[in-house]
């Protein structure tokens, strides 16, 4: 069984259809993967959809039907900003969200299906870009 946390990037190639996001595609059509979005990735997908001027409500929906949302609590805010400012000393804008697709990813034992270069050399990250 094969377990993903999905970001924003990834999310908004999907939603875009381009080559990246057939890569993402290919996952969610893996026979037993498990997919997962951390809730505040939902806010960065909807953001960018609506300043693009696409229908955030058919975005909303893909999002949800097709992952597990984890929300996030305190214990998983102090471990995302702990993860930032860490994170911050390697990838100068490494995003608090990044950190939070992060502990979400390791707190489920799972992979980061991203194409955001901020993840490179991340261990946990499956770059699709």
């Known amino acids: 069984m094969s377990k993903y946390v999905i970001d924003a990037y990834a999310w ?3 939603l875009r259809g ?4 057939e890569k993402v595609r290919a996952v969610f059509e893996e026979e037993n993967s498990e997919i997962y979005t951390c809730a505040v990735t939902i806010a960065e997908v909807i953001s960018k959809t609506a300043r693009e001027g696409q229908d955030v409500e058919v975005a909303y929906g893909v999002l949800l039907n097709n992952s597990q949302v984890v929300n996030v609590d305190e214990e ?3 471990r995302a900003g702990l993860l930032h400012a860490e994170m911050r000393k390697i990838e100068r804008d490494f995003g608090l969200a ?3 697709v ?5 707190r489920l034992r799972s ?3 991203t194409g955001d270069p901020h993840f490179r050399g991340v261990k946990e990250a499956v770059l699709i870009g």
């Open 12 to 14: 908004i190639e999907y």
């Open 111 to 113: 992979k980061v299906l």
């Open 102 to 106: 992060l502990v979400t990813a390791r």
């Open 98 to 100: 990044d950190a939070y």
């Open 76 to 78: 998983v805010s102090r």
């Open 18 to 21: 381009s080559r990246a996001g």
